[in-house]
C-alpha cells in the first residue's frame, strides 16, 4: 500500500520458511538425542558417557511442540486461503495447542506458580505451599490463554513492511539472552533449569535463523508478504518454548509493547470510539514518506466524538500520545479527527513523518529497549519479590 | 467428467476429514496413555493396577507418527494448491515419514526382518541370525520405500467416484481383521504383539470412522472430490500403522490390488506403447454407462504400434486382459485401438459396459476378496515358510 508503483506481490510468504524451520528440527532430533544412545527400556551406559534411562519424556514433549507447530502452520495455512472470521481465527491457536498441553499433563501435570512473598504472607496456608499455589485446571486455561495471546499479538502489531518478522526477530533475541544467562549460570547447578533452557535454545536458534532470513525478502520494501501463517506461527514458537519451558511469565515481559499496541488500540477495536477499516499510516507520494492516519468524526458516515470523552482525548494530546485536529465552533473548539490508536500511529507522532524502514526499525530498538529492561528488572527484582532468583533453585519440573 | 450436466464440485475436500482425524488423535492421547497414571519418572502404582515405568517410547512413537501424518496431510494441500510437478510428487511421502523413521530409529532401531526357512538355510551363517536376517540401513530404506509407495499407491488406482475412498476403506477392514485375529488369539499371550496391535487399531477405528462419512459424500454421483491430500493421508495412515507396528510385509498383502494396477499399467507410464492424456473409461451420455477407453494407434498424431508386441497384445486378448480393435489390412490384420491399461478398463472388459457407482463397488468387491484370500495365506501359509506363525512368538520390538 505505501509504494509508488503498487507492485503484485506474493502473500503467505511466511509458510516457505516455517515448513523449512519444523522439517529443520525433525532432522535436530538425533542430534539432540542420540547422544544419550538408543533407548533399549534399560538403563544405558553409552560411549559419551551417558547413564541412566532414555530421556523419553524429553522426546516426546519435543514432539508434541512439533506436532502444535504443525498444527499452527496448518491452521493458518487454512486462515490465509479461506479469510477466517475474524472472531474464529482468533482462537484457531487454543486448538494447535491442544497437543502440546496434553503431553504436558500427561508427562509433568505440575500446576503450581511462583508468587511474590509480600502476597503469599497474606494468603491461607491451605491454598499455598511455601512460596508457590497450585492452579490445578486453571493452570492449563492459562497456558492455553498464553498460547492464544502471542500469535494474535503478532498478528496484531503488523502493518509496515518488516514489521511482523521484525518483531518476532527481537523476541526471539531476548528469549535467547534470556536462556543464555541462565546456561551461564550453569542454572546455579541447577540440572533441570539447564536442560529446559538448553531445549529453549535449540528451538530459537534455527528460528532465529530462518527469520532473519526471511526479513531479507519482507524488509522495506518488502518482496514477499508473510501472512498470518508466519504471524501465528512465530507467535506459537514463543507460546511453545515458554509453556515447555514453564517461563510462560517471564516470556510476556518479552511481549510488552504488544500488550500496550492491544490495550492502545482497545478503545476503537471495541468501538468506543470510531474505526476506521484500515489504520495505516498514510503514505504520501511526494516525498515518500509515512504520515499519521485519522479518524474522521465530521462529515457524513462518520460517527461523532463523544463529548464526555474530550477530557481524555485532550490529556492524551498533552501527554503526546494522540494527536488531533481540532476546529474553532462558535465559542469552543471541536475534535475533527483523532490519529489511529495504533503503535505504529503514534511512533509517527513521537518522530513525524518517517520512511517506513526507518519508522519498523524504530519500533524495532523500542521493542528492544523495553525488552532489555524487563530482563534486567527480571532478574534483580523478582529475587527480592519471590525471596529468590528461580534461575537458582527451580522447581522439579523436566524429567 | 462422467456426469451428464458438468456440475462444478469442490475439489481437495478429503482436507477435512484428514484434520478432523488429526484432531481426533490428538484428544485420544489421555484416553490412551492415563491408564498408566500420569508419568512423574519413576514406577507409578495406579488405581487401575498398572505397575511399571510410564510407556514413554510408546507415546513418543505416537506423537511421532501424528506428526508424519500432519506432514503428508500439509504436503498433500501444497501439492493440490500448486500441482507440483509429478515426478517431484511422488517422493513427498518420503520427507513426511522422516519424523516416524528417526523415532523409530531411536526408540528400536529393529532392522531385522524374518525370512523363510528353506531361503534361510541356504544363507551363510555370518549374515542370518535364526530365521531373521538384519537389513541394518538398508531397512529404514525399506521403510522409506513402504511410504513412499502406500500413498502413490492409492493416489494411482483412481478416477471413478468413490474409489480413492472406496478402496481405503477395503484396506482399513483387512488391516482391522488382521488385528482383531492377534487380539482374539491374544497374541499368543505376547504382550508386544498384543500391544501393537491394540496400537494399529486405535489408528484404523477412528480412520474407518472418517473415510466411511467421507464415501457419503464421494460415492457417485459425487458430490465432493477428495483431491492428492485424502491419497496421501490415507496411504500414510496404512504406512504409519504398518511401520510402527513392524508388520509391513503383511500390509503388502493387501495393496496387491494396486500393485497389479501399477505393473498392469507399466507398458504405458512407461511409453512402451502410447499413452494417452486421460486413460479414465468413456462415459456415454446415451446410457449413462461407462465404456472403455481406447489408444488409438491410427490417423496423424498417434504412435503406431509396435509389431513386436503383436504376438503379446494377442495372447494378453485371449486371457481377456486386454480388449483390441482390429482392422483387415491386405492379408493381414492390424490393431487400430487397444483399452487402456488400468484395472478400471480391465474391470470393464470383463463386466461389460457397467455404470460409476456399480463399477467402483465391483473394484472394491474383487479388492476385498483378494485382500481376504491373502489375509488367509498369510496365517496358513506362513507358518509353514517361516517355521511359525508370529502371531504366536514375536521378536521383541515394542517397548
Redesign the interface.
Known amino acids: 500500500m505505501s509504494k509508488i508503483d503498487h507492485p503484485v506481490i506474493p502473500e503467505t510468504m511466511g509458510l516457505i520458511p516455517a515448513?523449512t524451520y519444523?522439517?529443520l528440527m525433525?532432522?535436530f532430533?538425533?542430534f539432540m538425542?542420540?547422544k544419550y544412545g538408543?533407548?533399549n527400556?534399560t538403563e544405558t551406559h553409552n560411549s559419551n558417557g551417558f547413564k541412566g534411562?532414555?530421556p523419553?519424556?524429553k522426546?516426546?514433549t519435543y514432539?508434541?511442540c512439533?506436532?502444535s507447530l504443525?498444527?499452527m502452520?496448518?491452521l493458518g495455512?487454512l486462515d490465509d486461503?479461506f479469510d477466517i472470521r475474524w472472531r474464529h481465527k482468533f482462537f484457531l491457536p487454543s486448538?494447535a495447542c491442544?497437543?502440546m498441553l496434553?503431553?504436558y499433563?500427561?508427562?509433568f501435570?505440575k500446576t503450581s506458580v511462583l508468587i511474590p512473598r509480600f502476597v503469599a504472607k497474606r494468603l491461607p496456608d491451605y491454598i499455598i505451599s511455601g512460596n508457590s499455589i497450585d492452579l490445578g485446571w486453571l493452570y492449563y486455561v492459562y497456558m492455553g490463554s498464553v498460547s492464544i495471546f502471542c500469535p494474535n499479538s503478532v498478528n496484531i502489531l503488523a502493518g509496515i513492511n518488516g514489521l511482523e518478522v521484525g518483531q518476532t526477530i527481537v523476541i526471539t533475541v531476548l528469549l535467547l539472552m534470556n536462556d543464555l544467562y541462565y546456561l551461564a549460570v550453569g542454572a546455579g547447578g541447577n540440572a533441570d533449569a539447564y536442560s529446559i533452557h538448553m531445549f529453549s535454545v535449540c528451538f530459537l536458534i534455527p528460528f532465529l535463523g530462518i527469520s532473519t532470513s526471511l526479513l531479507q525478502y519482507n524488509w522495506f520494501p518488502s518482496r514477499v508478504f508473510v501472512g498470518d501463517t508466519w504471524c501465528y506461527f512465530s507467535g506459537m514458537v514463543f507460546a511453545v518454548v515458554g509453556i515447555s519451558g514453564h517461563f510462560a511469565k517471564t516470556l510476556m515481559l518479552f511481549f510488552i509493547p504488544q500488550i500496550f499496541n492491544f490495550i492502545y488500540s482497545a478503545p476503537q477495536l471495541f468501538g468506543i470510539i470510531a474505526c476506521p477499516r484500515h489504520r495505516l499510516p498514510k503514505f504520501n507520494k511526494e516525498d515518500g514518506l509515512l504520515y499519521n492516519s485519522y479518524t474522521e468524526y465530521e462529515g457524513e458516515g462518520n460517527k461523532p466524538l463523544n463529548l464526555k470523552l474530550y477530557p481524555i482525548m485532550n490529556l492524551l494530546e498533552k501527554l503526546k500520545l494522540i494527536s488531533l485536529v481540532k476546529k474553532q465552533k462558535g465559542d469552543k473548539e471541536i475534535i475533527i479527527k483523532s490519529s489511529n490508536l495504533t503503535l505504529i500511529n503514534l511512533t509517527i507522532i513521537w518522530t513525524g513523518p518517517i520512511r517506513e524502514d526507518k519508522l519498523c526499525l524504530t519500533i524495532m530498538i523500542m521493542q528492544f529497549a523495553v525488552g532489555l529492561t524487563m530482563l534486567i528488572l527480571r532478574h534483580s527484582l523478582a529475587p527480592m519479590l519471590f525471596g529468590f532468583d528461580n534461575s537458582w533453585t527451580m522447581l522439579n519440573r523436566f524429567?
Open positions: 515448513i519444523l522439517f525433525f532432522t532430533i538425533p538425542f542420540l538408543v533407548d527400556g534411562l532414555f523419553n519424556s522426546l516426546s514432539l508434541s512439533l506436532l504443525e498444527s502452520i496448518l495455512l486461503l486448538i491442544i497437543p496434553i503431553v499433563y500427561i508427562h501435570n524429567y
